[in-house]
T-cell receptor, first 115, second 118 residues
Framework: DQQVKQNSPSLSVQEGRISILNCDYTNSMFDYFLWYKKYPAEGPTFLISISSIKDKNEDGRFTVFLNKSAKHLSLHIVPSQPGDSAVYFCAASNRVYQGAQKLVFGQGTRLTINP | ETGVTQTPRHLVMGMTNKKSLKCEQHLGHNAMYWYKQSAKKPLELMFVYNFKEQTENNSVPSRFSPECPNSSHLFLHLHTLQPEDSALYLC?????????????????FGDGTRLSIL
């Protein structure tokens, strides 16, 4: 039972255009969402996050949108650059009062930016 | 450059061997995590340590034994592993604010140890 799903295994976008990566979740108790980027032979790198009290968070070229009613979040990258080519993971966690957070990850989407 | 360092980067071992994976974080965090990523599967949380105390064991077999001697170091001791344990093992750390009761801080990952069981 996968609680966080990235239904597109791959996405190809032309340089300079907008890249939109999508993520769906099933657990309505999730209240914190993150996007990570991963290059081959490296660990995931934190990109951007959003709390469930917000519906948008922006950091430079990266914007994350959260639609709680649809249990859907998306990552927008604009403009897309060749260095953005990587695997992108969506992750979510429940509010935790006693211990540290438990992240649940999606399967990842491989983004390729074409020159 | 990562603030979380994992060694070794690659490990090949037989099923009867005993080995350990090491993780060190230089970020001043107080929570550390072990994850497993098998081929074509999402990252799966294995263990969570909070202020050096294990707060989560995600139904991991006893052939995996974690150790957290201090908030900067985390080990994963391996013994009598199975071929299906071949995977990428990732360590992460984050800051947990106990007085706030919440932990919405991002986790920062190391580059992982690629483990192959013969």
């Amino acid at each position: 039972d996968q609680q966080v799903k990235q239904n597109s295994p791959s996405l190809s976008v032309q340089e300079g255009r907008i890249s939109i990566l999508n993520c769906d979740y099933t657990n309505s108790m999730f209240d914190y969402f993150l996007w990570y980027k991963k290059y081959p032979a490296e660990g995931p790198t934190f990109l951007i996050s959003i709390s469930s009290i917000k519906d948008k968070n922006e950091d430079g070229r990266f914007t994350v949108f959260l639609n709680k009613s649809a249990k859907h979040l998306s990552l927008h990258i604009v403009p897309s650059q060749p260095g953005d080519s990587a695997v992108y993971f969506c992750a979510a966690s429940n509010r935790v009062y006693q211990g540290a957070q438990k992240l649940v990850f999606g399967q990842g989407t491989r983004l390729t930016i074409n020159p | 450059e990562t603030g979380v360092t994992q060694t070794p980067r690659h490990l090949v071992m037989g099923m009867t061997n005993k080995k350990s994976l090491k993780c060190e974080q230089h970020l001043g965090h107080n929570a550390m995590y072990w994850y497993k990523q098998s081929a074509k599967k999402p990252l799966e949380l294995m263990f969570v340590y909070n202020f050096k105390e294990q707060t989560e064991n995600n139904s991991v077999p006893s052939r995996f034994s974690p150790e957290c001697p201090n908030s900067s170091h985390l080990f994963l001791h391996l013994h009598t592993l199975q071929p299906e344990d071949s995977a990428l093992y990732l360590c992460a750390s984050s800051q947990f604010y106990r007085d706030r009761g919440l932990s919405n801080q991002p986790q920062h990952f190391g580059d992982g140890t690629r483990l192959s069981i013969l």
